[in-house]
C-alpha cells in the first residue's frame, strides 16, 4: 500500500472496499476509495471525548447507549467512519454499527476540514438526524440538525452553562469544563 501525503495528519492508502474488510487496520476509516489513518487523537481530544461520553451517559434516552470511537458502516453503504462519539439504539452489533446514530459528535483536531466539510456531508448523506461538532481550538460547540438532506446549524455554543439537545434530548453542559 501506498501512503497519500495531503498537508494534514491523514493518510490515504487507495484499495477496494473488499480490500478494506480484509485489511482490518484499526483504528482506521474507508471513505472515497481508500483507507483513511489518521494520528492518534490528542491528550486533549481523548480528555474531551471521555468528559462528553460521560455526560451523555447521564442523559440517554430508554433504550439508547453512547459509544466513543466505534465504527459506522450504514446499511448498503460502502464506507465506514469512526466518529468520535455516537448515540445510538442499544445493539448487539460488534464489528460496526449498521443503523442511524441519533447523534454523530465530532472532537476537531489538526485535520479540521475533514470534521466541518467531509463528514458533515457523508453523516448528512447517511441521515444521521443529528451532528455535534466540539472544537476546542475555538473553544466552541457547534449543533446541527438534518433537514431534508443537509445539516442546519441549531446553535454555536462558546462558554458557560449551556443546553445541547438531539432530537428531545436535552443535555446539560459546562463547556468551559468541557473543553479545558
Do not use: C
Amino acid at each position: 500500500m501506498e501512503a497519500i501525503r495531503r498537508g494534514d495528519e491523514l493518510q490515504r492508502f487507495p484499495m477496494t472496499w473488499e480490500e478494506y474488510l480484509e485489511a482490518d487496520v484499526v483504528p482506521s476509516e474507508y471513505y472515497g476509495g481508500a483507507l483513511v489513518v489518521a494520528a492518534q487523537p490528542s491528550q486533549r481530544h481523548q480528555k474531551i471525548q471521555f468528559r462528553l461520553q460521560a455526560i451523555l451517559l447521564q442523559h440517554l434516552a430508554p433504550g439508547t447507549d453512547v459509544t466513543g470511537g466505534w465504527g459506522w458502516i450504514p446499511t448498503g453503504v460502502r464506507e465506514e467512519l469512526g466518529p468520535d462519539l455516537m448515540v445510538h439504539d442499544e445493539t448487539e452489533e460488534q464489528r460496526a454499527l449498521s443503523g442511524v446514530p441519533h447523534l454523530v459528535a465530532e472532537i476537531v483536531s489538526s485535520n479540521r476540514a475533514n470534521d466541518y466539510v467531509a463528514k458533515v456531508q457523508r453523516y448528512a448523506a447517511w441521515r444521521a438526524p443529528s451532528y455535534w461538532i466540539v472544537d476546542p481550538r475555538d473553544h466552541v460547540v457547534v449543533t446541527m440538525r438534518l433537514v431534508d438532506e443537509f445539516y442546519v446549524e441549531t446553535a454555536r455554543h462558546t462558554g458557560g452553562q449551556v443546553v445541547l439537545t438531539y432530537g428531545d434530548v436535552e443535555v446539560p453542559v459546562d463547556l468551559d469544563a468541557l473543553l479545558a
